[in-house]
């Protein structure tokens, strides 16, 4: 048991093998939380919560790090543009996240930090990074010094002279154009905090590595993110902790974006989809397959066709799970996966490859029920819920059945009894040959948010 990851710094997949025996850690560069979350601020949470299951059910204790960044440029400008204080815009939005983030069946981070809550640990860094010759201060601004660190640029593969870094307002003083603001002089109205070198708020790259080192140590296994924060985040993150003496992160792995008509989803293309509204309009499971089933290095192309065929096929693997629970009753998940679908999640998340075992388990489980081999059947189910259970997708699991309470069930049953009476008037209709009658009764059914299906055992039906 391997299991390889593509590591974007090696430009290769690499085996995984752990600082530590037995556990993993990861960072991920969570929300910046200026605006309510797209589909496409989502799939990077969605990617590594599937990473952190498949660690955990190969045995792996894992502690899994999502910052929240809660101070920024556009934070700051939208706060003045709503004439609202900058705080109570990042925490709206940070709600909004946490809320998409729990639709959508992602677990609990070990630890969520702001980065706010870390001012200390910031300056800490800058201090340390100054002594060593690696950063400068310069009216009120605190810059590192980018040729100080050879290493700079390694994991972008850029080269130092042909090198555009972004930059803001106000920084003013730095020796290198090509130098990054770590830490950014007060402005009038704007929120501040004492340092040693003058008031001021922290630049975005130093955040993350101040919160990895708190959490982690000064040397953990996997850093994650979007493709897009490759440049300039996480190689400035590389850079000031690298300079300031961790060794940081072992393996770095970027999932791509969702696109629309070829561009990345982002609010200053206007193109996002709120998951906020999404959800309205697609159950969140289905949502969850649509963005969680393609590769985590693969783009996904955006469009209403694509999520009606995601909805097409998880109703085939859930129909399957229905049809024998109804026949046999509650089946537990199998120990373990099938050897294939674990060759597939250990080769760097191949979930596209796992997820053909599922549909092809799901194959071999209906073929079981038309001939009524109930052993067989609830064998499949049981490997298909293990499976299910790894991609966070399983609907017998709690987080989707809503965790029925007793009065869940009662009402489940009174449902249950009003359909067969109305499927029982369905059926005589077509006994007598009224088909029109039949068809109305099953259309009627059908606007209420009900599927029938006609079996060889009588009609079923289930929430459509």
């Known amino acids: 048991m391997t299991i390889r990851l593509y590591d974007t710094s090696a430009r290769q997949t690499r085996d995984f093998t752990p ?34 299951r498949w660690f955990v059910h190969r045995g792996y204790d894992v502690t899994f790090i999502r910052n929240v960044t809660d101070i920024d440029d556009k934070i700051i400008n939208k706060a ?29 981070p070990t630890y969520e930090p702001r980065a706010t809550g870390h001012i200390p640990e910031m300056i800490e860094m800058m201090r340390g990074l100054i002594e060593r010759g690696h950063a400068y201060a310069a009216d009120g601004n605190v810059y590192f010094d980018v040729r100080s660190f050879p290493g700079y640029l390694e994991l972008s593969n850029q080269e130092l002279d042909n090198l555009l870094q972004p930059s803001s307002e106000g920084e ?26 003058g008031r001021g708020r922290p630049g975005w790259h130093l955040e993350c590595s101040a919160m990895a080192h708190k959490y982690l140590g000064s040397a953990f296994d996997i850093h994650g993110g979007g493709v897009d924060l490759v440049f300039p985040h996480h190689e400035n993150e590389i850079a000031q902790a690298k300079a300031y003496g961790d060794d940081f992160a072992a393996y770095w792995c970027h999932n791509a974006w969702v696109t629309m008509s070829g561009e990345k989803m982002s609010k200053s293309l206007g193109n996002s989809v709120l998951v906020s509204e999404m959800v309205k309009r697609w159950r969140p499971i289905v949502l969850r397959y649509y963005l969680g089933t393609p590769h985590y290095r693969s783009m996904i192309e955006y469009s209403e066709e694509a999520l009606r065929e995601a909805e097409s096929a998880f109703a085939r693997i859930e129909g399957f799970v229905q049809r024998v629970v109804e026949k046999a ?23 596209p490859q796992a997820l053909a075992i599922v549909h092809t388990t799901v194959r071999q489980g209906n073929s079981a029920l038309t001939a009524d081999d109930k052993e067989s059947a609830v064998a499949r189910l049981a490997e298909v ?24 069930d009662d009402l489940h ?26 068809d109305a009764i099953r259309d009627q059914l059908q606007q209420s948010g009900l599927a029938i299906e006609d079996t060889p055992s009588g009609p079923r039906w289930s929430l459509s």
Not at 36 to 50: E, K, Q, T, V, Y
Not at 335 to 346: C, K, N
Request: aromatic share 8%; charged share 25%.
């Open 385 to 408: 819920r293990a499976m299910l259970g790894v991609l966070g997708l399983d609907p017998l699991d709690e987080h989707w059945s809503g965790g029925r309470t007793d009065r869940g």
């Open 80 to 108: 003045a543009d709503q004439g609202r204080p900058w705080w109570a815009i990042g925490y709206e939005n940070e709600v909004a996240f946490n809320t998409a983030y729990d639709t959508l069946g992602c677990l609990r």
């Open 413 to 438: 049953g009174v449902v249950d009894s009003l359909v067969r009476l109305v499927l029982e008037q369905r059926q005589a209709a077509r006994a007598r040959k009224d088909y029109a009658t039949a």
């Open 172 to 197: 003013t003083g730095k020796r290198d154009p090509r130098d990054f603001a770590m830490w950014k002089a007060a402005k009038p109205g704007e929120p501040s905090w004492e340092t040693p070198w």
């Open 329 to 351: 009753g509650t089946v537990e998940p199998a120990a373990e996966v099938p050897p294939a679908f674990a060759e597939a999640m250990d080769d760097d998340l191949g979930v």
């Open 19 to 52: 600082l530590t025996p037995g556990c993993v850690s990861i960072y991920l560069c969570g929300a910046t939380v200026q605006a309510a979350p797209h589909i496409g601020h989502i799939r990077s949470g969605l990617n590594f919560d599937i990473m952190r």
